[in-house]
């Protein structure tokens, strides 16, 4: 099963619970950690994996023989990224703008544009005690994080249960990371700036078809609106974590919160059973609909 953690807004607490759940299930069963948030990881601040391999990350980028080229401007007119550009006897490349889409070598009649790798992050792989553990790292000054996510999720076992720390926010690198998931967990914070955002990834796992469910953090005296929204989507509340010093105590430290409080431990194998429930429940629903 393939479970993405994810929050409209950053600063909900969801490496907090995406390796607390990790760390809750590594006794029960194989699990394996994806660290997606590629321009800022820190999943393994928490974990403390011991790294045994890294891999770098590339994308192909146009390379132009301009002794073959006759500048027609046929790669540039294709090129919807202004990646490449011709003035008058020159080939002008941009890389950083370059999606590695192969179009320009594909339209050039003379086959003067080959394709070579520019690196643009790395992968890196380890255990944290039985915990199978990946993340990626976006080069520094890289614009496209899509090409490290889709590099770290590669790596994924399906075998066993995968948990994806997706990026925060609802743009083009949470879409990457959490799409292929069987089950989204939400977390949220109850102020307003948190609904709104929670709004928003509610509305991305709808159009994306992903069942979801929402966890909140810092919970107290100011849940009613947050709940009130998720009664009316009809998105189950799964978890709540309460406004505790304690806990944040912790995580100034780079404690999860199942390792610092063990008492948690429970808390979060009764959330993992839920997610798996709704999930088998959406499958066999759609699976039924499907029928005949």
Not at 93 to 116: D, K, M, N, R, S
Not at 231 to 246: G, H, N
Request: with cysteine; hydrophobic share 40%; charged share 20%.
């Amino acid at each position: 099963m393939i479970l993405s953690v994810a929050s409209g807004k950053g600063g909900t607490g969801k490496t907090l619970v995406a390796t607390s759940l990790a760390l809750a299930l590594e006794s029960q069963e194989p699990v394996q950690l994806l660290d997606c948030d590629v321009e800022e990881p820190n999943a393994h601040i928490l974990l403390r994996p011991t790294i045994s391999s890294s891999h770098p990350v590339l994308i192909p980028v146009p390379r132009v023989d301009e002794e073959r080229c006759t500048y027609c401007r046929l790669c540039s007119e294709a090129c919807v990224f202004n990646a490449i550009a011709v003035a008058g006897k020159a080939v002008l490349l941009f890389p950083e703008l370059c999606h590695g889409c192969g179009l320009c070598a594909y339209v050039c009649p003379q086959q003067a544009i080959t394709e070579e790798g520019r690196q643009v992050g790395v992968v890196e792989e380890g255990l944290a005690g039985e915990i199978r553990f990946v993340h990626g790292r976006l080069a520094i000054g890289e614009a496209m994080p899509g090409p490290v996510i889709r590099a770290v999720k590669e790596r994924a076992d399906p075998a066993g249960t995968v948990i994806i720390d997706v990026p925060a926010g609802n743009s083009c690198p949470v879409v990457e990371a959490v799409k292929g998931s069987d089950f989204c967990l939400l977390v949220t914070e109850p102020t307003p700036f948190g609904l709104h955002d929670l709004a928003l990834a509610v509305e991305l796992t709808e159009k994306l078809g992903i069942p979801r469910g929402v966890i909140i953090n810092r919970s107290g005296s100011t849940d009613r609106e947050v709940e009130a929204y998720c009664a009316q989507q009809r998105v189950p509340v799964l978890l709540k974590i309460p406004l505790d010093r304690r806990i944040a105590e912790l995580y100034c430290r780079g404690t999860t919160l199942v390792a610092g409080m063990p008492t948690w431990r429970s808390a979060f194998l009764e959330l993992w059973e839920r997610v798996r429930n709704l999930a088998t429940a959406r499958r066999m629903s759609h699976a039924g609909d499907r029928r005949p």
